[in-house]
């Protein structure tokens, strides 16, 4: 019954922002590994960021210094931040919340940078 739904995309200049969201429910969040993938056409899906528990957080290299993954336990929510954004982020954005080998993943949302 865990239901992640997913929000915050859009269309943004480079340089530019956005929030993406996941609302997550039926379970805590607390107890999850938490994903952020972005899948662009005719390529393959790929990992964005992570955060372990809050243990561990990972980045892709091109989004360093760029992006933040953050969570807000009490919430039951999960964000990733992207500042400079830049044409080649340009995706449809997942994020995955995570428990060994359970995964659940929101719906998507279009990130679109363009000027």
């Known amino acids: 019954q865990v239901q992640v739904v997913e929000s915050g995309g859009g269309l943004v200049q480079p340089g530019g922002s956005l929030r993406l969201s996941c609302a997550v429910s039926?379970?805590?969040?607390?107890?999850?590994?938490i994903n952020w993938y972005r899948q662009a056409p005719g390529k393959f899906r790929e990992l964005v960021a992570f955060d372990d528990t809050g243990v561990r957080i990972w980045y892709l290299d091109s989004v360093k210094g760029r992006f933040t993954i953050s969570r807000d336990n009490a919430k039951n929510t999960m964000s990733l931040q992207m500042n400079s954004l830049k044409p080649e982020d340009t995706a449809v954005y997942y994020c995955?919340?995570?428990?060994?080998?359970?995964?659940?993943w929101g719906q998507g949302t279009q990130v679109t940078v363009s000027s």
């Open positions: 039926g379970s805590s969040l607390s107890l999850y590994n």
């Open positions: 995955d919340v995570q428990n060994n080998t359970l995964h659940y």
